[in-house]
Every structure is written in C-alpha cells, then in structure tokens.
C-alpha cells in the first residue's frame, strides 16, 4: 500500500459527496494528486454504478408491479 500525504488525504475527503472533484485537488501536486485522483474517480464510478443499480431495480419493480395491478379494459367494464 502506498503512503500518501496529508494534502492527498485531506483532498479525497473534501471531494466526499460532490461530482466536480477539481477544487478538492486544487492543493495537491505530482504523484499524490494522480493517485488521490484515481481514488476519486473510482469511487465516483462506483457510486454512479450503484445509483444506476438501483434505479433499474426500482423501475424493475414498478413495472411488476403495474403488470400485476392494472385490470385490462374488458376487465372492467365486467365490474360496473
């Protein structure tokens, strides 16, 4: 594992929870800012991945759901 300063450490973290990552790495030079860049943009990918997983199951889901609670047209007019 490698070490990494504290102005890495500390740029990872400021970039937590945000999409534009640039001013977070504004402090950080050289190899520190490439591998404190790849760790953000990892995570980054990460997260959109995850977030689009659950979309898709949430949409999954919905579909079901309609197709097993909306009645079809001649369905209903056998009801009232």
């Given amino acids: ?44 990918a990460t997260s959109v991945r995850v977030a689009m997983a659950l979309a898709a199951g949430l949409a999954l889901a919905g579909a079901a759901t309609a197709a097993f609670t909306i009645r079809s047209g001649s369905d209903r007019s056998a009801d009232g």
Avoid at 11 to 39: H, M, N, S
């Fill in 1 to 44: 594992m490698q070490t990494m300063s504290p102005a890495a450490e500390r740029a990872i973290q400021a970039a937590r929870g945000k999409f534009v990552v640039e001013p977070a790495l504004a402090g950080v030079q050289g190899e520190d800012r490439q591998t404190a860049e790849a760790i953000i943009r990892q995570s980054l």
